[in-house]
């Protein structure tokens, strides 16, 4: 039976990269799309919104909506 599914099973590498609100979120992201098209894998973004206050938000919403349009411009499957 292992044979069988060692055999018969195929297996797709994917990548996944946190998006962030870091100025330096940009160049992990196209390390990632790199690293993605180099192994033939999926690509995806993944952004998980931690509900900061306002005052430290603003800049960090700036960024993090540029470094989602960044990932998805590069083919990343967008996750949020």
Known sequence: EQQYK??????TPHIAVAVSGSIY????????RRA??????KFT????DTFET???SRLQDHYVHKN?????????EIKV
């Open 54 to 56: 306002r005052s430290e």
């Open 6 to 11: 060692t055999k018969h099973t195929d297996i």
């Open 68 to 76: 989602l349009m960044l990932a998805k411009s590069l083919g990343a």
């Open 25 to 32: 979120n940009e160049r992990v992201i196209r390390e990632a």
């Open 36 to 41: 993605a098209y180099k192994e033939h894998a």
């Open 45 to 48: 973004a993944v952004y998980i």
